[in-house]
C-alpha cells in the first residue's frame, strides 16, 4: 500500500501566479496560512536567471525545488548554493543575508515557514543590508484572503 497517491509532474501553467506590489523577478501563490501556529506554505516562481531582493529569513524556513534550478547568492552577488530541481534545504531564522533566483530556465520553489518572532518571516534588505521592509504572518494572511482562500487560485 502505498503512503501517498501518485501525481502527474508538476504543471506550473495550472496555477494562478501572481505578482508582489513592483517587486520583479518572480511571481507566487499562497497554499496555506495558520496564523495561529505563525505557519505559511507558498510557492514561488522565478523568472528565468532572475534575482530578487536581498533578504533574511526570520523564521525557520523549508524549501523543495519543485522544478528548474534554485540559485542562492551572496549579499555581493556570488552565487552560493545552485539547488536542483527535487533538492530539499531548511534555512535557519536569522541566517544571513541573501537573495535568490531561478536558472536559466527559471524554477517553482515551496517555501514553509515556522514561527518567527512576532510573526515575522523575512527581513527585506538593502544593498547596504539595512532592513527596509518585512514580510509577516499576516502580510501572507492577506495575500492568501486576496486569492479567496483557495490554495494556488
Do not use: K
Amino acid at each position: 500500500m502505498a503512503l501517498m497517491p501518485t501525481s502527474p509532474a508538476l504543471d506550473a501553467s495550472r496555477i494562478h501566479w501572481r505578482t508582489l506590489g513592483d517587486f520583479e523577478g518572480f511571481t507566487y501563490t499562497v497554499l496555506a496560512v495558520d496564523a495561529a501556529r505563525g505557519t505559511t506554505d507558498f510557492c514561488i516562481r522565478y523568472d528565468p536567471d532572475a534575482r530578487i531582493f536581498l533578504h533574511r529569513h526570520r523564521a525557520d524556513t523549508f524549501t523543495v525545488v519543485m522544478a528548474g534550478e534554485h540559485r542562492i547568492y551572496t549579499p555581493e552577488g556570488a552565487l552560493e548554493d545552485a539547488r536542483p530541481s527535487g533538492a530539499v534545504a531548511f534555512t535557519p531564522a536569522d541566517a544571513h543575508p541573501h537573495s535568490e533566483g531561478g536558472g536559466a530556465a527559471g524554477a517553482v520553489v515551496f517555501y514553509s515557514t515556522r514561527g518567527g518572532p512576532g510573526g515575522l518571516l523575512f527581513d527585506v534588505m538593502d544593498a547596504a543590508q539595512n532592513v527596509v521592509g518585512a514580510f509577516t504572518v499576516d502580510d501572507i494572511a492577506g495575500l492568501f484572503a486576496a486569492q479567496g482562500g483557495v490554495a494556488g487560485a
